[in-house]
C-alpha cells in the first residue's frame, strides 16, 4: 500500500520560499557587500531590491496616471471656461432679442391703435357733427404717433432701411 503524501498547503503572498538563482560573479559581490552596508543577509538584499523594483515600477505607472489625469482635468477646466463663455455670448445674445421683441411689440401695439384711432377719426370725421370729438380723437392719435416714430424712425436705421 502507497503511503499517502501529506496534504500541501496553498502558499501565503507572505509565505518565504526557496528559489535557485544564476548570476554573475561581479553582481554577487556587489549584492554582498550591499547586504553588508544594509547589516543584513544575501537572501535579505536580495529581496530587499526585488520589492523596491516593483515599488519604483509602481510609482513609475502613478505618476503616469497622475500625468494622464491632470491633462484630463486641465483639457475638462479649458472645456468649462469655453462654454461658460458660450453660455454668457447666448445669454447676451437672447436678453438683445428680448429688448429687441419688446420694442418691436410695443410698435406694433401703438401702431394698431393708431390704426384703431384713424378709424374713429374717420368715423367722426364722416359724421362732422361732434368737432371736439374729432379734436379729442385726433390729439391722442398725435400723441401716439409722436411717441412712436422717433423709436420707429431708430430702428429703421439700425436695420439699415
Known sequence: MARKQP???AKQPTDLIHINLRMREDLRQQLENAA????ITLSGEIRERLEQSFRIEMLRSLDNVRRDFEAVR???EENCLELTERLKDAT???ED???EMHTDWR???TRLLQLRLERELIVALERVNDLQEIKNLARIWRINYDEVEPVHQYKSK???E
Do not use: I, V
Not at 36 to 39: C, G, Q, R
Open 107 to 109: 410698435l406694433y401695439s
Open 36 to 39: 553588508k552596508n544594509h547589516d
Open 158 to 160: 439700425k436695420r439699415g
Open 74 to 76: 486641465s483639457d475638462f
Open 97 to 99: 432679442t428680448r429688448r
Open 92 to 94: 447676451r445674445s437672447l
Open 7 to 9: 496534504a500541501r498547503r
